[in-house]
Nanobody, 117 residues
Framework: QVQLVESGGGSVQAGGSLRLSCAAS??????MGWYRQALGKEREFVSG??????SYADSVKGRFTISQDNAKKTNYLQMNSLKPEDTAIYYC??????????????WGQGTQVTVSS
């Protein structure tokens, strides 16, 4: 099995920045992404990276940037110009190779991001 360990959440004022990290205990991860869930709302896609291709939710385009290390085990979500509506628990999701040749999708435990106005 693979563990995804997230870090970097916290509390900031509107307009501030945070960088989330997600480290996988895997051989490598072909896809890594972030989802978020605000209180009382469904979990939604934020951003993902597959090879060198990135994707973003419309609500974060131009403000968030996702990247992945060369080993494809850690990804980063740089979040700039944060807004109160970005407040949520952010979850890392990754599709990874582990063991001899097993492939599966995993979720992290989540990290809280709170943006105050």
């Amino acid at each position: 099995q693979v563990q995804l360990v997230e870090s970097g959440g916290g509390s900031v004022q509107a307009g501030g920045s945070l960088r989330l990290s997600c480290a996988a205990s895997a051989t490598y991860c072909s896809y890594m992404g972030w989802y978020r869930q605000a209180l009382g709302k469904e979990r939604e896609f934020v951003s993902g990276i597959l090879s060198d291709s990135t994707s973003y939710a419309d609500s974060v385009k131009g403000r968030f940037t996702i990247s992945q290390d060369n080993a494809k085990k850690t990804n980063y979500l740089q979040m700039n110009s944060l807004k109160p509506e970005d407040t949520a628990i952010y979850y890392c999701q990754a599709t990874c190779v582990y063991g001899l040749s097993s492939v599966a999708t995993f979720w992290g435990q989540g990290t809280q991001v709170t943006v105050s106005s």
